[in-house]
């Protein structure tokens, strides 16, 4: 077949070298399970020799659908997103779609902003973990524009939605009851300042665990939960007039921190004092001393939260679901 060097390669040039028709080009295109496998090959091998590319946004057009998801995250420096986003990704590649990243930096304003960008690319839907102090207005901005979301991690309050998260509560009472069964009494609570949902239900567990077994709960340390800020509260708390024997902290990364701090105080983590992270990333089994952490599975959330979210757009009217993916501790030796 002779082809001008300038004229692009269409489906009918496809169909002809296949001698088949342009619907089924079109159909082995799109993965379509309708199209015999001798012919399927067949097509795929001519693609494959004439390297032919499929223009994708033509036939979103056509098809009046993008094919793309709007992924809006908080905070991509935290290598939990990267786990979440692999589980999303996942998910989207089985069933033809691609992600649209948006990283708002927990910037309410910013995100405000940038929300519309994946609207712009007439995104399917969104999977959203909101900004710290996001307006639960958002939610219904979204339904205005029919537009089909997945809360994850965080919840805005006050709203009928989707939502996917990890059982964070219960999560946080395990890590106390391992503390308080290894004889620890003064345990305190390090990484909470953020105004979110994850945050309250932290703190909630902690409550709740404490009280449980009428232990003291005013030593809380509402800091971000980041690794300097987790070293710099276990050394005031160390200075304090009555320090603690054992901290939960709000992630990993604050863990870190703490264990940092309290070995350049001399002390030895795990032997001296008590330490439980939250999250379970890839670095708490590597770390020295390996850090005992809460396990919630980012991955399997990411998953969960991508099928809930073709399940909205395949029934937008169907009633709002919620799931919570359970927790579990795992010891290691801090």
């Given at each position: 077949m002779d082809r001008s060097p300038s004229r692009k390669l269409t489906?009918?040039?496809?169909?002809?070298?296949?001698?088949?028709?342009?619907?089924?080009?079109?159909?082995?295109?799109?993965?379509?399970?309708?199209?015999?496998?001798?012919?399927?090959?067949?097509?795929?091998?001519?693609?494959?020799?004439?390297?032919?590319?499929?223009?994708?946004?033509?036939?979103?057009?056509?098809?009046?659908?993008?094919?793309?998801?709007?992924?809006?995250?908080?905070?991509?420096?935290?290598?939990?997103?990267?786990?979440?986003?692999?589980?999303?990704?996942?998910?989207?590649?089985?069933?033809?779609?691609?992600?649209?990243?948006?990283?708002?930096?927990?910037?309410?304003?910013?995100?405000?902003?940038?929300?519309l960008r994946p609207r712009e690319q007439n995104v399917e839907g969104i999977i959203l973990s909101a900004a710290e102090g996001t307006d639960p207005g958002l939610i219904d901005?979204?339904?205005?524009?029919?537009?089909?979301?997945?809360?994850?991690?965080?919840?805005?309050?006050?709203r009928l939605f989707d939502y996917v998260g990890p059982a964070i509560k219960r999560g946080v009472e395990m890590a106390v009851d391992h503390l308080a069964e290894r004889g620890h009494r003064s345990i305190a609570y390090i990484g909470a300042s953020r105004r979110t949902s994850p945050t309250r239900e932290r703190l909630?567990?902690?409550s709740s665990a404490m009280s449980k077994r009428g232990l003291r709960q005013d030593l809380i340390v509402r800091c971000p939960p980041t690794r300097e800020e987790g070293a710099h509260a276990i050394r005031e708390l160390l200075a304090g007039p009555t320090p603690p024997t054992a901290a939960v902290c709000y992630n990993d990364v604050c863990a870190f921190g703490v264990v940092l701090g309290f070995m350049e105080a001399g002390g030895r983590p795990g032997a001296d004092f008590g330490v439980?992270?939250?999250?379970?990333?890839?670095?708490?089994?590597?770390?020295?001393?390996?850090?005992?952490?809460?396990?919630?599975?980012?991955?399997?959330l990411g998953q969960e939260s991508a099928r809930l979210l073709l399940r909205r757009i395949a029934s937008p009217d169907a009633s709002p679901e919620r799931l919570v993916v359970p927790s579990h501790l795992i010891v290691r030796e801090t």
């Open positions: 489906i009918t040039d496809i169909a002809k070298r296949a001698r088949v028709s342009r619907a089924t080009v079109s159909l082995v295109l799109r993965e379509s399970p309708l199209v015999a496998d001798e012919t399927r090959a067949r097509v795929q091998k001519i693609v494959a020799s004439l390297g032919y590319v499929r223009n994708r946004g033509a036939a979103n057009l056509r098809s009046r659908n993008s094919q793309t998801i709007g992924l809006i995250l908080s905070d991509l420096a935290n290598p939990f997103y990267a786990e979440l986003i692999a589980g999303i990704e996942s998910v989207m590649d089985e069933n033809g779609r691609i992600a649209f990243i948006v990283n708002t930096e927990e910037d309410p304003v910013k995100q405000d902003r940038l929300i901005r979204l339904r205005q524009w029919r537009l089909p979301c997945v809360q994850t991690m965080r919840r805005l309050n006050g909630a567990g902690f439980v992270g939250f999250d379970n990333i890839a670095d708490a089994a590597f770390v020295r001393p390996a850090l005992t952490t809460v396990a919630i599975d980012p991955r399997r």
